[in-house]
């Protein structure tokens, strides 16, 4: 029997910890956190499945990992889990005025550029000049249900849940192996010096109205169960989770710009989040000696403005590097 301790509790520590429990049945799972849902990053994200802010990481990584995640949405949605886990498969229109929108390999459904018509009738009612459009079929998944969802699955498949920030990765040297899943903590345990908060805002609003998500660049209406989440910013290097008025209009303005009938549309709240940026998401083992003993530590951090949408594929990857450090042979499908 194996004794894993995984550290961090956000989307990234949960889903990695579920994913070791169901793919090596013999391993006892503890996650270690400071903080639990709603008190966490992963708690503001609008949840869209779609790779943004995610610097240098390798294109093809982040879609291998994204379609990890897509495939695990489809799969639980299909499953009937849809509500329980907040997740919704719905209609997207994603425009630009510069980069390349297309995201390919076939992931989302149906991608395809819009009609030259479309784009000049988008640019013309929205007066911009979209250079790239593309429609397709995707899935959010609404982190304020996704989360409790996978602690009650974590804990059911008899899981524990420390609360307590760890301050080294001694205080864990009793375990076989240990995930680091800390986010933007992750400096304080590793002295990684290529991490920056990138302070994210959004505005959640009633708007049964509206039936898809819009995205254009920075600018986006993305849907989730009972609101619409308008968005967003993007600041590197800032720390300040407090909301500022004047943001919180500007977005409400960019946003009804894009769909004007959100005019009116009922204010709940604004949050502020503060992305994990990395130079490029760390999904690696290190090997350490914690009070003497040689001890691998699978490190998962960094995931930037789509750790929702990388999750999953994270989280297999993190199984396929617990079984390299431990020799774990694969379960016989027999
Ligand atoms: C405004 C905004 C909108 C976003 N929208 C989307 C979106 O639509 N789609 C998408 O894919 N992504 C989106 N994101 C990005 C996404 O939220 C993050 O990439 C993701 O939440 C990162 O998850 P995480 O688990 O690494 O971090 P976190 O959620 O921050 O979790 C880190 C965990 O580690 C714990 N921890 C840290 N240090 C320690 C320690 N020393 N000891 C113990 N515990 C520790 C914390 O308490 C916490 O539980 C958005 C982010 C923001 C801010």
């Known amino acids: 029997m194996y004794s894993f301790a995984v550290i961090g509790a956000g989307v990234i520590g949960l889903s990695a910890a579920t994913a070791i429990q169901e793919h090596i049945p013999s391993a006892t799972v503890t996650i270690y956190s400071e903080k639990l849902s709603p008190e966490?990053?992963?708690?503001?994200?609008?949840?869209?499945?779609?790779?943004?802010?995610?610097q240098r990481t390798d294109a093809g990584k982040i879609l291998e990992w994204g379609k990890g995640t897509h495939d695990q949405l489809l799969k639980l949605w299909k499953a009937g889990y849809a509500n329980e886990a907040g997740i919704c498969l719905q209609f997207v229109k994603s425009l630009s005025e510069g980069v390349d929108v297309y995201i390919g390999e076939n992931i989302?459904?149906?991608?395809?550029?819009?009609?030259?018509?479309?784009?000049?009738?988008?640019?013309?009612?929205?007066?911009?000049?979209?250079?790239?459009?593309?429609?397709?079929?995707?899935?959010?998944?609404?982190?304020?249900?996704?989360?409790?969802?996978?602690?009650?699955?974590?804990?059911?498949?008899?899981?524990?849940?420390?609360?307590?920030?760890?301050?080294?990765?001694?205080?864990?040297?009793?375990?076989?192996?240990?995930?680091?899943?800390?986010?933007?903590?992750?400096?304080?345990?590793?002295?990684?010096?290529?991490?920056?908060?990138?302070?994210?805002?959004?505005?959640?609003?009633?708007?049964?109205?509206?039936?898809?998500?819009?995205?254009?660049?920075?600018?986006?209406?993305?849907?989730?169960?009972?609101?619409?989440?308008?968005?967003?910013?993007?600041?590197?290097?800032?720390?300040?989770?407090?909301?500022?008025?004047?943001?919180?209009?500007?977005?409400?303005?960019?946003?009804?710009?894009?769909?004007?009938?959100?005019e009116n549309a009922e204010l709940i709240k604004t949050n502020v989040g503060l992305r994990p940026g990395r130079v490029e998401v760390r999904l690696e083992t290190e090997i350490r000696s914690l009070k003497g003993k040689q001890t691998a530590i699978v490190h998962n951090y960094g995931h930037g403005g789509c750790g929702v949408t990388l999750s999953y594929g994270c989280a297999l990857n993190v199984v396929q590097l617990v079984r390299a450090a431990l020799n774990i042979p694969q379960q016989s499908k027999l």
Not at 40 to 54: E, K, Q
Not at 149 to 157: D, I, R, S, T, W
Request: with cysteine; glycine share 6%.
């Open 108 to 262: 989302v459904y149906g991608e395809h550029p819009m009609p030259v018509e479309e784009v000049e009738f988008m640019s013309k009612l929205f007066n911009k000049k979209f250079k790239t459009a593309v429609n397709y079929v995707s899935f959010t998944c609404e982190p304020s249900k996704y989360l409790p969802f996978l602690h009650k699955q974590f804990v059911h498949n008899g899981g524990r849940i420390v609360l307590k920030k760890i301050n080294d990765f001694e205080e864990l040297s009793h375990y076989d192996l240990v995930v680091n899943c800390t986010g933007l903590g992750a400096p304080l345990l590793t002295g990684d010096t290529k991490m920056t908060p990138i302070r994210g805002t959004v505005s959640r609003v009633v708007a049964p109205w509206q039936f898809h998500s819009v995205m254009e660049d920075d600018i986006y209406i993305i849907l989730n169960m009972e609101n619409a989440v308008l968005g967003t910013t993007s600041q590197f290097g800032d720390y300040d989770t407090t909301v500022r008025e004047v943001e919180t209009k500007n977005i409400n303005h960019y946003c009804q710009n894009l769909v004007p009938s959100l």
């Open 40 to 54: 966490i990053t992963s708690n503001v994200a609008a949840g869209m499945w779609a790779p943004y802010l995610y």
